[in-house]
């Protein structure tokens, strides 16, 4: 599995959970476009297209 940092992560279980990123921003105290970043993070890395359900990225992360 590729490297993440700590803080797209800290995103990707609430994300995986089906969250918003707007829910997901607030609770953790970033914009929504921070996390829209973290969440596109974890998908080039995976090598995904951004098309792909967070279901879809479950089982790789």
Same mark, same amino acid.
């Given at each position: 599995m &590729? =490297? #993440?940092?700590?803080?797209t992560l800290t995103a990707r279980? &609430?994300?995986?959970?089906?969250? +918003?990123?707007?829910d997901i921003a607030g609770a953790l105290t970033l914009t929504a476009a921070a996390v829209?970043?973290? *969440? @596109?993070? *974890?998908?080039? =890395? #995976? @090598? #995904? +297209?951004?098309?792909r359900t967070t279901a879809e990225c479950e089982q790789c992360c």
């Open positions: &590729p =490297k #993440l940092c700590s803080r279980k &609430p994300a995986q959970d089906g969250r +918003s990123n707007v829209s970043k973290h *969440i @596109g993070n *974890i998908f080039a =890395k #995976l @090598g #995904l +297209s951004q098309s």
